[in-house]
């Protein structure tokens, strides 16, 4: 039981060498007879793939060649590398170990552990540089980044308190119960500028301020967890891997604004995430950070969370609170605003778990810290989901004002298969794309919206040449069409009549007057329709139309898809001449489409194969099985 | 969406009903408690038949209407049991461009069942989800509770087959 | 006075009370923005779209009907944005509407078809699939085409919030939303009462009441039939409003002179219904309280709301009046006495209830209510289809000369006409009882406790030196909480009177359709109950006891309220149907 600060400080200094001797150039720091910390990725994505169980081989092999005193095992939360996964980190040297299997456990633990040499043919390419190895902080993909909502993910193990206490966790909590009034912690937010991380980037300070400003009284804390823009998980990553930061947060808030109480909405897709939230959650209450008297003052917070069940819509914020008050998950108009009346009719904060886990840095490091990082008008750093045509699929995190081209090139690795950037998503469903053109935005609230973007959640899928910027519209507004909660007219019909004019597009049957219909039809749903899911629906058409306007007009004039996507609009052929016919192909084929030909072009032994249009579903299947020869081709 | 009507009767036990009504006693003094038992109510039956519904509007006192109306809007919320294998194609936008939607045909044809359908001996259900967080994995399935990742569709049928 | 803000609607000022809404506001500047969804108090949910307006400064456009008014705020409603707004909007309503205009029940009283006139829509300027619904024609009162449904949900909040049962519901989500009863169930299948308030509330030919007049056409075409007609009281009030007259206009010699053209072969008063069901209610009552045995007694002239406590309250159905209501005891006895005494083979009887509701549509199927062997109404049809009939036969309703009902039904007392309003039934039962008990004359007719609008109304009534507990409730949301406090225990009460819908039955659920505009902004109930508390008034018999046409039913016939043969065929029993 923490009772006062002391006891806080206690531990924190207990646990700060462990925390020290998993940072970049960890050598100086002990951690008493501990030599070496062995993290192992426990997020989703590595779990995915059997982290948990190397993770017990690991620990078994360990205890077999003895050396069980010496080495600590940690499951920790995401790296952020997901790409590379699963990964393994050794400190105190940071060595970096990629796609682990169980296979290689035993090696790694014998040579490394054992014999101090680090197994180079299971080690991250990049960071084999001849002889020498680089620690992951010194990789492209870590040096640009500045980790900040993220700093304890893949660092401590979530499921101990006492980590996450060594990273001067609670001490902001502590600081703002003791030290500060509720105005300082509400002016100290609103001097840092940061904005929410999750939709629209409204100043966070605001927020509270407008919430603290109404009668005392009930009033509620809520944490939006239910990140469902699909390709981001910066939230999913927070909560599994420092999910304390989000508690710490939203009890400051709660003390901010006047609130007791409070909720965290999590997607049920996310299993680890509220596994961990709810045993950080109980390890607090227990440890008297949550409950009545925390550290010694008369303040009171305890929080609980409550789960989703699949609605997208939910993710935005009236429609959470309806859902969280057990309801079809419909948003209600706005004003009167949640900081208003908000859960239950009662004035209510509402931010996203990134935007919580800065909020104890902010109050710790103070906001000139914070506002020191970022651009004019939007500061600290973001989170990106990089996703898609992209080499290092990941998390990273990066000041504000970093380019799309350093995120994209640098931080991600650029694009594989030598394929050529073509635009990148950001905002999800309710974003847009920003095309080449425009590679050298800085990233920021205000640019991205000037580019007909927007930050979202921070999802960034990259797209190649080989994407359809059409099909891409259809996907995001066959998502919106899914997800409407289908509660005002606009964003019910209208994202629906809009979808029905892309098919109409992408199956040929497009006509040019149709460009106008998808243009007049989506700004009318922008700016008619109840909540911000309509509102921004039509963005992934708008902004292909804006951006790429020649390629809708070749899949209508033309009648051809230019990425060779819509498979209306082109059709598998085989090549005779470079046909060897090997017959692989036909194997492949689920619909029996593919038969030989009498013809044996110059040369080869075997007839050439040929593809029967009519029998052909245009699922692609036969193309890798002709990666040798390139005989067939899309046309 | 629309749901899919309950095609199965109902056979729910007694045990599940003790079960059931032990969720509904936790959550009687908790306000909009409504999901939580219906997520709980699906873990012990497995779907959402309309017994347990009208079960659980009459312990909580609210128009059947209002728990279906619920149930019906949300996706996790199923009127029918999954397979004994729940086969779930990720179909987010990291995963959608790298090809999950060849997945989704290629499982279509391994199973002969559409998405969203079940098969004939009720061994596998065949759906699509929403984005699990697996990015990094991209694309992905999952078979009950197990993950597998950067699939290609020639990989479907070896996945299948431990299962058959 | 009232806290007033200083606004600008269309670049003019306006002080306006401060808690209003920019809909409210604007009708100060003479602007009716047009809605679908909003219906004041119990739908409220802005998801039309359709009353968007600009407000200076404010993110987007917003929504009039929710949007509150602060001090300087500027608000134009009828820029070329806005006008184009509107336009789009309705254009894509109108493309997931079945538009089956020309021969739709609501052809000319729609509100959508009002609105794409006015906005000049392109029926077809968007074009796509929708999904297809089948016709839920399942109950004899309620018919739902969701088809021609636009999702405004005044329906569901008139079911949910209005009423508090929550029949039907929006279920799935997003293009596929519909408005149905859980798991897709015809609405027989379900615990609904009938009251046709969600009929009224639909701006759209989505619900309808089930058209029941080609029945009493092809009866009054049959030679071999008599067919008669009686008009429950309130049906007087309301009529008028489908041949354009003002709400609130008493036209019962044109409806009297109508039915009449409409080849009836006798057209008689409810009034004298009521006034007889009042002396055997009244009877009962006080033979309740000698006996102490189901009390209260509960009013069961309404037939939503005998559905509803079989339903929801089943342990009530024994405190309800076993009187059956005014229609079939005029349906009973006019096939049994009448048919006597004009020598009619009750078989060859047609008889046809004209009514405020559409639950009563339900009432002539039910069991016991057959006092001649036949059933005692043979068609109920709502005041809608009576003006239908009306039209459909050319009719000139407006300059139609008035007539009188016909003997020996033609007399009906004040306290039968108050019946059509809330706290009527009981307002008359307790002139009755009154002088019954007191054995005396009162001095003041009026019971003025138990009138007025008010969900639930209570009153003491000392009688004969005894207190008479008294309780009023209309609409049903408003019965659940009165009869949740008799079963608490925290309201004691000897006699209720509970209307199915909210102002009873000049506000029911087969009265004339009023758009959202009138709804919001007159006080129909009001201005309809005022018709029947006017006739109350001027009338020279104001008691049903002594209503001399009763008095005659019970000297030829009936010999006494309460005797043996009045109970054989002015009563009936009731079923326990609990909740499905």
Redesign the interface.
């Known amino acids: 039981m923490i009772n006062n600060i002391a006891d806080l400080i206690k531990i924190r200094d207990a646990y700060a060498g462990k925390i020290a001797f998993r940072q970049h150039g960890a050598e100086k720091v002990s951690d008493g007879k501990i030599e070496k910390h062995v993290l192992i990725c426990g997020g989703?994505?590595c779990?995915?793939?059997k982290s948990v169980q190397i993770k017990e081989k690991m620990e078994a092999a360990i205890k077999a060649a003895g050396i069980e005193e010496k080495v600590q095992v940690v499951l920790t939360g995401c790296f952020g590398?997901?790409?590379?996964?699963p990964i393994v980190i050794v400190y105190p040297e940071g060595t970096f170990y990629s796609r682990i299997t169980l296979d290689s456990v035993d090696e790694i633990v014998n040579e490394h552990l054992v014999n101090g040499n680090p197994v180079k043919k299971y080690l991250y390419s990049e960071t084999v540089k001849g002889d020498q190895i680089l620690s992951l902080n010194e990789t492209t993909f870590y040096k640009k980044q500045k980790r900040v909502a993220l700093r304890n993910c893949g660092v401590i193990d979530p499921h101990c308190i006492n980590e996450y206490i060594g990273t001067n966790g609670y001490l902001a909590l502590a600081k703002v119960v003791t030290e500060m009034t509720p105005e300082d912690v509400i002016k100290e937010i609103l001097d840092s500028g940061i904005r929410g991380r999750g939709g629209g980037g409204f100043p966070t300070g605001r927020k509270w301020q407008f919430a603290a400003a109404q009668p005392k009284g009930q009033k509620y804390v809520v944490c939006n967890g239910d990140?469902?823009?699909?390709?981001?998980?910066m939230d999913?990553s927070i909560l599994e891997g420092d999910p304390h930061a989000l508690i710490e947060a939203m009890a400051i808030a709660g003390y901010a604004i006047g609130a007791n109480e409070g909720y965290v909405y999590v997607r049920?897709?996310?299993p680890i995430a509220v596994n961990r939230l709810q045993n950080a959650i109980d390890d607090a209450r227990r440890e008297g950070l949550l409950g009545k008297n925390i550290l010694g003052t008369d303040f009171e917070f305890d929080m609980q969370i409550?789960?989703?069940?699949?609605?997208?819509v939910c993710g935005e914020e009236t429609a959470l609170l309806t859902?969280?008050?057990?309801?079809?998950?419909e948003p209600r108009p706005r004003p009167p605003f949640p900081a208003v009346k908000g859960l239950?009719g009662k004035p209510t904060i509402i931010n996203n778990v990134e935007t919580y886990a800065n909020i104890p840095q902010i109050i710790l490091k103070g906001a000139s810290w914070f506002s020191s990082m970022g651009t004019e008008r939007s500061k600290g750093t973001k989170v990106f989901?990089l996703?898609?045509?992209i080499t290092n699929?990941?998390l990273v995190e990066i000041p504000m004002g970093t380019t799309l081209r350093e995120v994209v090139e640098e931080i991600g690795g650029g694009i594989p298969n030598g394929k050529k950037f073509k635009a990148a998503?950001t905002g999800?469903p309710s974003g847009g794309c920003i095309p080449a053109s425009k590679y050298d935005v800085e990233i920021d609230y205000d640019n991205l919206i000037a580019q007909g973007s927007m930050m979202g959640s921070g999802?960034l899928?990259v797209?190649d040449e080989d994407?359809c910027m059409v099909d891409l519209a259809k996907?995001?507004l066959e998502f919106t069409v899914?997800e409407s909660?289908g509660k005002c007219a606009p964003c019910r019909i209208g994202t629906v009549r809009l979808l029905e004019i892309l098919n109409k597009i992408t199956e040929g049957n497009g006509e040019m007057e149709d460009l106008d219909k998808l243009e007049e039809l989506a700004n009318y749903i922008k700016s008619a329709s109840l909540c911000g899911l309509g509102q921004t629906a039509p963005n992934p058409v708008l902004s292909t139309l804006a951006n790429f306007r020649d390629e809708y007009i070749a899949h209508i004039v033309d009648k051809k898809c230019p990425a060779g996507v819509c498979k209306k609009l082109f059709t598998y052929k085989i090549d005779l001449d470079k046909c060897m016919g090997c017959g692989l192909c036909a194997k492949?084929c689920?619909a029996d489409a593919i038969s030989r030909t009498d013809y044996v072009a110059e040369g080869h032994k075997l007839a050439s194969m040929q593809i029967d249009s009519t029998k052909c579903?245009k699922?692609?299947?036969c193309l890798?099985s002709c990666k040798k020869f390139q005989a067939i081709y899309k046309g | 969406?629309?749901?899919k009507?309950?095609t199965v009767s109902f056979n729910g036990t007694k045990e599940q009903e003790i079960a059931l009504d032990k969720v509904i006693a936790e959550h009687k003094d908790q306000?909009?408690?409504?999901?939580?038992i219906?997520?709980k109510a699906q873990g012990i039956y497995g779907y959402l038949p309309?017994e347990v519904?009208q079960h659980i509007a009459?312990a909580m006192d609210?128009?059947?209407?209002?728990?279906?109306?619920?149930a019906?809007?949300?996706?996790?919320?199923i009127?029918n049991p999954k397979g004994n294998h729940a086969v779930s194609v990720c179909?987010?936008?990291?995963c959608?461009?790298?090809g999950a939607g060849?997945l989704m045909?290629?499982l279509e044809?391994v199973l002969g069942i559409k998405n969203g359908e079940i098969t004939a001996d009720r061994k596998f259900s065949l759906d699509a989800?929403?984005?699990?967080?697996?990015?990094?994995?991209?694309p992905?399935l999952t078979v009950n509770e197990e993950?597998y990742?950067r699939l290609?569709?020639?990989m479907i049928a070896g996945i299948i087959a431990k299962y058959n | 006075m009232e806290n007033m803000v200083n606004i600008k609607i269309n670049d003019r000022e306006y002080a306006v009370p401060a808690n209003s809404t920019v809909l409210e506001a604007a009708r100060y500047a003479g602007v009716d923005i047009p809605t679908l969804c909003y219906l004041k108090d119990i739908n409220e949910i802005g998801a039309c779209r359709l009353c968007l307006v600009e407000v200076k400064g404010a993110r987007g456009l917003a929504a009039a009907c929710v949007y509150p008014v602060n001090e300087g705020m500027e608000v134009y409603t009828n820029t070329p944005k806005i006008r184009k707004t509107r336009k789009t909007n309705l254009e894509l309503v109108v493309s997931a509407h079945k538009k089956k205009c020309l021969t739709c029940i609501r052809s000319t009283s729609c509100e959508l078809q009002k609105l794409c006139n006015e906005y000049g829509v392109d029926e077809d300027h968007f074009q796509g699939n929708n999904?297809a619904y089948a016709i839920d024609d399942s109950t004899p009162y309620i018919v739902r085409d969701n088809e021609k449904c636009i999702l405004c949900r005044r329906c569901v909040a008139a079911c949910?919030n209005m009423q508090g049962?929550?029949?039907?519901?929006?279920?799935?989500?997003?293009f596929?939303t519909h408005i149905a009863?859980?798991?897709?169930k015809t609405l027989d299948q379900t615990s609904c009462i009938g009251c046709g308030q969600c009929i009224v509330a639909c701006p759209v030919g989505a619900l309808y009441e089930k058209d029941d007049t080609a029945k009493v056409l092809a009866a009054i075409a049959d030679p071999t039939k008599h067919v008669a007609i009686c008009a429950a009281p309130s049906v007087r009030a309301t009529i008028g409003e489908c041949f354009d007259y003002e709400p609130g206009t008493d036209v019962e010699g044109k409806m009297v002179a109508a039915m009449k053209a409409l080849g009836f072969d006798g057209v008689y008063d409810m009034n004298l219904t009521a006034d007889l069901t009042i002396m055997e209610e009244a009877t009962e009552f006080l033979e309740r309280m000698k006996e102490g045995k189901n009390l209260p007694l509960i009013t069961s002239c309404s037939p939503g709301w005998v559905k509803y406590c079989e339903h929801y309250f089943p342990e009530f159905t024994d405190n309800l009046s076993s009187c059956k209501s005014p229609q079939q005891m005029f349906g009973a006895m006019y096939k049994t006495y009448y048919a006597q005494k004009v020598g009619l083979d009750p078989k060859d009887i047609v008889f046809v209830s004209a009514i405020p509701c559409t639950a009563k549509k339900f009432e002539v199927t039910r069991d016991h209510q057959n006092a001649a062997g036949v059933c005692d109404v043979d068609v109920a049809i709502t005041t809608r289809e009576l003006a239908r009939m009306i039209k459909q036969a050319g009719i000139s309703f407006r300059a139609l000369p008035d007539a009188k009902f016909d003997d020996p039904f033609s007399i009906g007392s004040g306290a039968g006409a108050i019946f059509g309003a809330t706290g009527g039934v009981m307002e008359a039962a307790l002139r009755t009882a009154a002088e019954v008990i007191e054995g005396k004359k009162l001095e003041k007719l009026e019971f003025e406790d138990v009138r007025g609008i008010q969900g639930v109304k209570k009153a003491v009534y000392k009688l004969g030196g005894k207190e008479i507990r008294v309780a009023v409730a209309s609409g049903t949301a408003n019965a659940k909480r009165l009869l949740n406090e008799v079963k608490a225990g925290t309201t004691k009460v000897d006699f209720i009177e509970i209307m199915a819908c909210p102002g009873g039955c000049v506000n029911g659920g087969g009265q004339p359709t009023q758009p959202a505009v009138v709804r919001n902004n007159v006080n129909l109930r009001e201005l309809r109950a005022k018709v029947l508390y006017t006739a109350d008034k001027n009338l020279d018999v104001r008691k049903s006891h002594e209503n001399s046409a009763v008095k005659k039913l019970y000297d030829e016939f009936f010999e006494k309220p309460g005797s043996h043969k009045a109970h054989e065929i002015l009563h009936t029993s009731y079923v326990k149907r609990g909740?499905k």
């Open positions: 989703t994505g779990t995915s793939s590398l997901c790409a590379l996964g990140e469902g823009d699909p390709g981001a998980f999913r049920a897709e996310y409550r789960l989703g069940a699949g609605a997208f859902s969280i008050e057990g309801n079809r998950g239950w989901a996703g898609g045509k699929t990941g998503q999800g999802g899928i797209m994407t996907f995001f899914d909660c492949q689920p579903v699922c692609g299947a890798p | 969406m629309k749901k009507m309950t306000k909009g408690a409504l999901m939580a219906l997520q309309i519904q009459l609210i128009p059947l209407s209002e728990v279906y109306g619920v019906s809007f949300y996706s996790q919320f009127l179909l987010g936008t990291a959608y461009v790298k060849l045909d290629k044809s989800t929403r984005c699990i967080g697996a990015c990094g994995l991209a992905v993950v990742g290609t569709p020639d | 999904n949910k049962i929550g029949v039907i519901g929006a279920n799935d989500r997003g596929d009863s859980a798991f897709e909740l």
